[in-house]
C-alpha cells in the first residue's frame, strides 16, 4: 500500500503542532488519505488529538482517513479514552 504520509519520532504536544498543517494538502486529491503510523516512536494524548483532528477533516472534504500500524501505545491511549472505534482501531488491544 502507498502511504499519503508517514508519521516518525515521537508525536507529543511539541511535535503535533508541526503536523497540523499535512490535513491541507488533502484538498488537492480527491482519494482517501492513508497515513502510516509504524515510525512513531513515542505519543501522549496529543497523539490522538492530531488523528481526531485529521479525521475530521478529511470528513469533512468527504474522504475517509485511515491509520495503519498504530503502536500498542498508541491503541493503549486509543482505548483508555474511548476512541479506538472512531479511529476504526480494533475494539480491544492486542496482547
Do not use: I
Request: glycine residues 4%.
Amino acid at each position: 500500500m502507498k502511504f499519503d504520509h508517514v508519521l516518525q519520532g515521537p508525536l507529543t504536544l511539541t511535535t503535533v503542532p508541526n503536523h497540523l498543517p499535512f490535513a491541507k494538502t488533502w484538498s488537492t486529491s480527491s482519494a482517501d488519505v492513508h497515513v502510516d503510523l509504524s515510525a512513531v516512536e513515542a505519543v501522549d494524548s496529543s497523539a490522538l488529538s492530531l488523528l481526531l483532528e485529521w479525521s475530521r477533516s478529511a470528513q469533512a472534504q468527504g474522504k475517509m482517513c485511515t491509520f495503519h500500524h498504530p503502536s500498542p501505545a498508541l491503541l493503549a491511549l486509543a482505548h483508555l479514552y474511548g476512541v479506538a472505534e472512531v479511529l476504526r482501531w480494533p475494539v480491544q488491544p492486542s496482547a
